[in-house]
């Protein structure tokens, strides 16, 4: 990625939008339970689309999930999976207090690496 000499590249960022937010988080987890990924206001987004890679030792996953809810339920669908060479996750949705959750499930209790960009619009 070409950038100004001495200038890194921006590693995280939140580009806010008059209808959304574009964002991006990775979290590292060792642990075969749940873990959040990513935790919005669901008072403030209605959906989100993710691109998740996920990976654990040479084990790769990347996918893309879209969510949407009514304040109480979340639904998800889940397209365009690739395990190289065999899955390295599982994911869900829910609706926890005023939080709309992505939610991953290593696994693999080895150390696992999951890179999130998303999209979220506004309710």
Request: proline fraction near 4%.
């Amino acid at each position: 990625m070409p950038y100004i000499v001495k200038t890194p590249p921006v590693t995280k960022q939140t580009l806010e939008l008059s209808a959304g937010l574009v964002q991006s988080s990775i979290s590292t987890t060792t642990s075969t339970g749940i873990s959040t990924l990513v935790s919005l206001a669901s008072t403030i987004y209605r959906s989100v689309n993710y691109q998740i890679q996920t990976t654990e030792g040479t084990n790769y996953n990347k996918t893309t999930i879209n969510v949407i809810h009514n304040g109480t339920t979340a639904y998800l669908s889940e397209f365009g999976t690739i395990n190289e060479p065999v899955g390295v996750a599982t994911f869900s949705a829910d609706i926890n207090g005023n939080n709309l959750r992505l939610l991953g499930f290593p696994a693999s209790s080895n150390s696992t690496t999951f890179k999130v960009i998303y999209t979220a619009l506004d309710a």
